[in-house]
T-cell receptor, first 113, second 113 residues
């Protein structure tokens, strides 16, 4: 049973446009959410996070939105750049599950020049 | 060295071999993690160490044996592995009591022949 799902395996976007990556979760105990970016042959790199007490967090070109009622979060990248091409993972943690990040399957983002 | 380092980056081993993966973090963190990433699967948490004590063992077979001699070092000892254990093994670290962001090493690409 997968508690964090990224239903789009891939996304293709033109440079300068917005990239929207989506993530759904089923466990209502999750109260902290993170996005990671991964290049081939490297480990995941932390991008941005959001606590369940917020519905939006912004850091430069990256914004994460959280809709608790829908158990849905999204990552917006504006404007998208070719260097953003990577695999993006969402992750969640909460309750007493200390240290246990639960990851989605990842979405491959390709930004075309 | 900065961040989280892992050695070796690539490892090929036979099913009867014994080998060890090494992880070192230079971030002053006090929690460390082993993850497994298989093709087309989400990252799977294997082990969690907090203050050098194992706090989580996610039903991992005994042919994987972790060791955490201090808060900066983490090992994964491997013996009598199976071909299906071939995967990318990632180490991560974080602070024990939050924030929850985990910082990953580059991984060890393991192939079991």
């Amino acid at each position: 049973d997968q508690q964090v799902k990224q239903n789009s395996p891939s996304l293709s976007v033109q440079e300068g446009r917005i990239s929207i990556l989506n993530c759904d979760y089923t466990n209502s105990m999750f109260d902290y959410f993170l996005w990671y970016k991964k290049y081939p042959a490297e480990g995941p790199t932390f991008l941005i996070s959001i606590s369940s007490i917020k519905d939006k967090n912004e850091d430069g070109r990256f914004t994460v939105f959280l809709n608790k009622s829908a158990k849905h979060l999204s990552l917006h990248i504006v404007p998208s750049q070719p260097g953003d091409s990577a695999v993006y993972f969402c992750a969640a943690i909460g309750g007493t599950s200390y240290g246990k990040l639960t990851f989605g399957q990842g979405t491959i983002l390709t930004v075309h020049p | 060295e900065t961040g989280v380092t892992q050695t070796p980056r690539h490892l090929v081993m036979g099913m009867t071999n014994k080998k060890s993966l090494k992880c070192e973090q230079h971030l002053g963190h006090n929690a460390m993690y082993w993850y497994k990433q298989s093709a087309k699967k989400p990252l799977e948490l294997m082990f969690v160490y907090s203050l050098e004590e194992r706090v989580e063992n996610n039903s991992v077979p005994s042919r994987f044996s972790p060791e955490c001699p201090n808060s900066s070092h983490l090992f994964l000892h491997l013996h009598t592995l199976q071909p299906e254990d071939s995967a990318l093994y990632l180490c991560a670290s974080s602070t024990r009591d939050g924030p929850y962001e985990q910082y990953f090493g580059p991984g060890t690409r393991l192939t079991v022949t």
